[in-house]
């Protein structure tokens, strides 16, 4: 075993008070792309960017197109929680993991049983009306055809954090908490590209912050402990 994953193993044995702060890159062994890396969904070829489509005035302004990239790229049917997913579910069971603090919108924390989970970009398996803020059953926005309407007339749109929105301050509130008062930090399948999301990290004021991630990231040097293997890999290990 790599020996940063014994130490990281280690680490955890002695801990009961590890968070987890995690992005895409938790979820493409479940068989949903990430958006930078090179397959990523940020480097495929849309009409527009689809950074540009993930954004408030798009989603105004283009309603259907932004629904014919959401239910293309989006939802996946069939995704699975895989081996990352269900053993920080694990280790919230027994009593080690204070909280899962997600970029991510796919909802495969709770599927894999993670009970304390802190959605930053909310998640596609909620809908709510984008006029009178009526929730709806995500099954019509997620699987229907056409724009989703709500019987006030206002269109239906997911619950999640699009570009130029704020994040829920009760949800970025409490990731600060567990995060200032962490023993053990990991931080997993993140380019910590996206703000405020990875500000959060610099809240962490102990001397365990572990990073798990493919590639480089702009926190590399901040970390005390750095794995640059598959996450689903590493976490099978600990
Ligand atoms: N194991 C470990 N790391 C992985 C794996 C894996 N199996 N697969 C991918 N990665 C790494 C990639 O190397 C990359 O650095 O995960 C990272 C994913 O980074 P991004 O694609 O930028 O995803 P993320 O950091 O979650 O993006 C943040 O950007 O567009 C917004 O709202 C969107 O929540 C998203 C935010």
Same mark, same amino acid.
């Given at each position: 075993m790599n020996e940063n994953i014994l130490k990281l193993k280690e680490w955890i044995a002695n801990s009961d008070n590890v968070v987890f702060f995690g992005g895409a890159g938790v979820s493409t062994e479940s068989g949903i792309p990430d958006f930078r890396s090179v397959d990523g969904l940020y480097n495929q070829k849309w009409k527009y960017p689809p950074e540009t489509i993930l954004s408030h005035s798009f989603f105004e302004r283009y309603p259907e197109e932004y629904y014919r990239f959401h239910r293309e790229k989006l939802v996946i049917d069939g995704v699975q929680p895989n081996r990352a997913h269900l053993r920080l579910a694990e280790l919230e069971r027994e009593g080690k993991l204070r909280a899962v603090i997600t970029q991510n919108i796919d909802g495969l924390h709770q599927a894999a *049983? $993670?009970?304390?989970? &802190?959605? &930053?970009? *909310? $998640?596609? &398996?909620r809908a709510y009306c984008s006029r009178c803020r009526r929730p709806y059953p995500q099954e019509e926005m997620n699987k229907g055809t056409g724009l989703p309407r709500c019987s006030c007339g206002g269109i239906i749109r997911p619950d999640i954090v699009l570009y130029e929105e704020p994040l829920d301050q009760d949800i970025v509130s409490s990731a600060v908490h567990y995060i200032r008062n962490a023993d053990v930090l990991i931080i997993g399948g993140t380019s910590l590209n996206v703000y405020p999301a990875a500000g959060l990290i610099n809240y962490y004021r102990g001397n365990k912050l572990a990073l798990v991630n493919l590639s480089e990231t702009p926190y590399d040097h901040y970390a005390d402990l750095i794995i640059h293997e598959k996450i689903g890999e590493v976490f099978s290990q600990i």
């Amino acid at each position: 075993m790599n020996e940063n994953i014994l130490k990281l193993k280690e680490w955890i044995a002695n801990s009961d008070n590890v968070v987890f702060f995690g992005g895409a890159g938790v979820s493409t062994e479940s068989g949903i792309p990430d958006f930078r890396s090179v397959d990523g969904l940020y480097n495929q070829k849309w009409k527009y960017p689809p950074e540009t489509i993930l954004s408030h005035s798009f989603f105004e302004r283009y309603p259907e197109e932004y629904y014919r990239f959401h239910r293309e790229k989006l939802v996946i049917d069939g995704v699975q929680p895989n081996r990352a997913h269900l053993r920080l579910a694990e280790l919230e069971r027994e009593g080690k993991l204070r909280a899962v603090i997600t970029q991510n919108i796919d909802g495969l924390h709770q599927a894999a *049983g $993670s009970k304390n989970v &802190l959605e &930053l970009h *909310g $998640s596609i &398996l909620r809908a709510y009306c984008s006029r009178c803020r009526r929730p709806y059953p995500q099954e019509e926005m997620n699987k229907g055809t056409g724009l989703p309407r709500c019987s006030c007339g206002g269109i239906i749109r997911p619950d999640i954090v699009l570009y130029e929105e704020p994040l829920d301050q009760d949800i970025v509130s409490s990731a600060v908490h567990y995060i200032r008062n962490a023993d053990v930090l990991i931080i997993g399948g993140t380019s910590l590209n996206v703000y405020p999301a990875a500000g959060l990290i610099n809240y962490y004021r102990g001397n365990k912050l572990a990073l798990v991630n493919l590639s480089e990231t702009p926190y590399d040097h901040y970390a005390d402990l750095i794995i640059h293997e598959k996450i689903g890999e590493v976490f099978s290990q600990i």
